[in-house]
């Protein structure tokens, strides 16, 4: 018995020793703050930007050899589209997050609804979207931490489009698709999903995503019009052409007040790069689906970016004009065939082939 | 390598202007280099097309460019995509299914009924003198001008509006001028138009008639400077020496021999003969279906009210 309680006693002893030397080891030993001197960067770049082009070199191959290569390539392109990852439908609530698509925008032309009103409508192409690698809200480290965290955290999936020729890339930018088995993307996006809407890696979105009659949100790159004036960044007048003035036709003029103020307040509107920024138009109804092409008709001509351009297209955000109906969950499963229809219009929309409009008289 | 290729591409180049030229007057006193060059390009393309095969389908193009102009694109290569351009015409013919949109040209008189919300009958007819068409693919419009109770009316169509239910013309002619907005400064006899005029027809087979009408201006204060701009189908405007004077400084007269902003400006024949082969067939059955309708209502048996 004694043996036992003086072990215990050594056992403790030792414990508190222990401890006392560590705070005696804190206290006393001096530690340099080492990361205050050179801290971590606050923004880091998401793990997949990488450096995408490869240095291309001319290399004197034959006809034959660029020919091979190519079906090599093409083969590539089969191989990874023919496994096909098993999607299984989930039932969706508002609120749950789908994820998005990358799209080209494609040009604008004007549509009639069924009462004869003129609306103006864009056209997005929503490319070969493919599924490249998903990171858990756990794993995901965002580069700009929000102050007190996320409640709800996201997970968040990165989609590929525009497949490629991977000769075009860097090795490492090819080792991104590893893991899906995708050929290589020119290019990526990332969107933030419920942890219930992922894809397994490797599938497929196309355009039936979405739905006609539903609204969306469209981010693109806005035109890049470089360093600009006051008048056409900002819409300033500018000042009279004649009367005596000097040299000051196009100038902003005061940019500050005086005494107790007498600086140049924060955010003042002055020249400087105008574009090239990305920018969200929020809001925007589909109207009419092509299901051959992957195209959809969007409200609105006012989406950044010049034709060709690249933008993402998701699900709005705005509270009151999410779906209410069930949306295809966590994307529309199945292949495009000849049951679905070509065109799918919204009811508002005047279909091209439908008769002239009239009026009745009342 | 590049550069033995150099003058094959060239002569690729000068032959395409060529061909967008057909029916344009070409410049006579262009440089020595571009004439030895078409001479190249003229036996190039000897040697390499057979002629008959291509003629018979280039005269076609040619005559629907000036009937169907809104089928062809914008130039401007910043709003381009082949795709959007497909999906614009499957449309535009879906329309035309439902409406006969005929040979029109600036200057030759239309009737257009169009549905409209406002008028007591829902339906209202304009007629009116085509002033200007302009804008390609569906948001392709034309602007008629009448004169009605000594008011000058000027209203904007789109040829694709759903609202619209028969566009007539009642007489077919072209102007001297692509514009003819100064019928705006000009004595209102020039541009009333009879609403209850009837069609004039011409007979088969016959090319569209040029109308070499010279309207008089009004005195100024005018809309626009008319002196400066060209204008054909004008009477002398009667104004000062310096008005003329001024004129001339402002000429540009070497924009007619400028071939690369030509170029810029229109769409090379090469796509053209490959966007109307695309929808000829379309229109052609368009035609013939048009041509049994009319058949069908000409074998109606009249009936006794009538």
């Known amino acids: ?362 | 390598m590049f550069s033995s290729l150099y003058p094959f591409y060239m002569v690729f180049r000068v032959k395409m202007f060529l061909n967008i030229r057909n029916g344009l007057s070409v410049a006579t006193n262009s440089s020595k280099v571009i004439r030895q060059l078409c001479t190249k390009a003229a036996a190039f393309e000897n040697v390499t097309n057979n002629k008959q095969s291509n003629e018979s389908s280039k005269n076609n193009v040619v005559d629907y460019r000036h009937i169907y102009p809104e089928f062809l694109p914008d130039p401007k290569p910043e709003f381009r995509n082949v795709l959007r351009e497909k999906l614009e015409r499957s449309d535009m013919i879906a329309r035309r299914t439902q409406i006969q949109i005929p040979e029109f040209y600036v200057g030759s008189i239309l009737a257009v009924t169009s549905s409209d919300k406002h008028t007591p009958g829902k339906n209202n007819r304009f007629v009116g003198i085509c002033i200007d068409r302009e804008g390609c693919g569906l948001r392709a419009t034309f602007i008629l001008r009448n004169v009605i109770e000594q008011q000058g009316v000027e209203v904007k169509f789109e040829l694709y509006d759903p609202t619209l239910h028969k566009i007539e013309v009642l007489r077919l002619e072209k102007r001297l001028d692509d514009k003819l907005f100064y019928l705006r400064d000009a004595l209102p006899q020039y541009s009333t138009f009879d609403p209850n005029m009837e069609p004039e027809l011409l007979p088969g087979g016959s090319t569209v008639p040029v109308n070499n009408l010279k309207v008089k201006l009004k005195p100024k204060p005018w809309l626009e400077r008319w002196e400066r701009q060209n204008l054909q189908g004008v009477e002398d405007l009667g104004l000062p020496e310096k008005f003329y004077i001024r004129a001339k400084e402002l000429e540009k007269p070497w924009e007619k021999y400028d071939l690369m902003k030509d170029y810029m400006k229109t769409i090379p024949e090469e796509e053209q003969t490959e966007i109307f082969s695309e929808v000829q067939s379309h229109l052609h059955k368009l035609e013939v279906t048009r041509k049994q309708m009319k058949r069908k209502r000409v074998f109606v048996k009249p009936s006794k009210l009538a």
């Open chain 1, 1 to 362: 018995m004694s043996i036992i309680i003086s072990t215990i006693q050594k056992c403790c002893v030792k414990s508190l020793e222990e401890k006392l030397l560590a705070l005696s080891l804190t206290s006393t030993t001096q530690i340099r703050e080492k990361h205050k001197l050179n801290p971590p960067p606050r923004l880091r770049n998401p793990t997949w930007f990488t450096k995408q082009n490869r240095v291309v070199k001319e290399e004197f191959l034959t006809h034959e050899n660029k020919e091979f290569l190519r079906e090599i390539v093409q083969d590539k392109v089969v191989e990874s589209e023919s496994k096909l990852p098993v999607v299984s439908p989930k039932e969706w609530n508002d609120k749950l997050q789908r994820t998005g698509v990358i799209a080209r925008k494609v040009g604008i032309y004007p549509m009639w609804l069924k009462d004869g009103t003129r609306i103006q409508t864009t056209l997005l192409q929503v490319l070969d979207n493919h599924v490249i690698r998903y990171y858990t809200p756990e794993e995901y480290d965002p580069p700009r931490k929000q102050v007190g965290g996320i409640k709800n955290k996201k997970g968040c999936l990165l989609l590929g489009a525009e497949s490629a020729d991977p000769s075009e890339f860097t090795k490492e930018y090819c080792g991104l698709f590893r893991e899906s088995g995708v050929i290589p993307k020119r290019v990526l996006s990332r969107f933030f999903v419920s942890p219930d809407a992922v894809l397994p890696l490797g599938t497929q979105v196309n355009v039936l995503h979405f739905q006609v009659g539903n609204v969306v949100d469209v981010r693109g790159k806005t035109v890049d019009r470089g360093f600009q004036g006051v008048m056409k960044r900002h819409g300033f007048k500018g000042m009279p052409a004649s009367h005596g003035v000097t040299k000051t036709h196009r100038k902003g003029g005061c940019i500050g007040g005086g005494g107790e103020k007498g600086r140049v307040w924060p955010g003042t509107k002055m020249p400087g790069h105008m574009g090239n920024r990305h920018r969200i138009q929020k809001g925007l109804k589909i109207l009419r689906i092509n299901t051959k092409y992957n195209i959809m008709w969007v409200s609105g001509q006012a989406i950044a970016g010049e034709t060709n351009s690249i933008v993402t297209i998701y699900d709005t955000k705005l509270p009151l004009r999410k779906p209410t109906n069930p949306v295809p969950f966590p994307t529309y499963i199945g292949e495009i065939d000849s049951t679905i229809p070509e065109d799918i219009y919204d009811e508002q929309v005047h279909m091209f082939n439908d008769p002239t409009i009239s009026y009745d008289e009342k």
